[in-house]
């Protein structure tokens, strides 16, 4: 139970500190959402790993979030290229 409340606290903490900052930049919470999806997932498989029930599982979405991670920023390079590649031509 101290686990859950600790990892709950840290994901808390680090939503608000996250919210405070996107907000200096934008007035949309989209880019928010994007970079709490993984954080969450991570939080949800960590736990799951800490109570070794779930082992399977837990080791999943802490993968997964490392490779939605992982994938966002390379569809973001990607399309940043193309989109550089059509203003140069």
Same mark, same amino acid.
């Given at each position: 139970?101290?686990? !859950? !409340? *600790?990892?709950?606290?840290?994901?808390?903490?680090?939503?608000?500190?996250?919210? /405070?900052?996107?907000?200096?930049? *934008?007035k949309?919470?989209?880019?928010?959402?994007?970079?709490l !999806?993984?954080?969450?997932?991570?939080?949800?498989? #960590? %736990?799951? /790993?800490?109570?070794?029930?779930?082992?399977?599982i837990?080791? #999943?979405?802490?993968d997964?979030?490392?490779?939605?991670? %992982?994938?966002? #920023?390379?569809?973001?390079?990607?399309?940043?290229?193309?989109? %550089?590649?059509?203003?140069?031509?």
């Amino acid at each position: 139970m101290l686990e !859950l !409340l *600790t990892i709950l606290t840290v994901f808390l903490v680090s939503t608000i500190v996250l919210l /405070r900052f996107f907000r200096k930049f *934008t007035k949309s919470l989209d880019l928010v959402k994007i970079v709490l !999806l993984p954080l969450g997932l991570f939080a949800v498989g #960590f %736990y799951m /790993r800490i109570q070794g029930d779930l082992v399977d599982i837990g080791y #999943f979405f802490t993968d997964f979030s490392f490779l939605f991670v %992982y994938i966002v #920023f390379a569809v973001t390079f990607l399309l940043g290229q193309i989109k %550089y590649w059509r203003i140069r031509e």
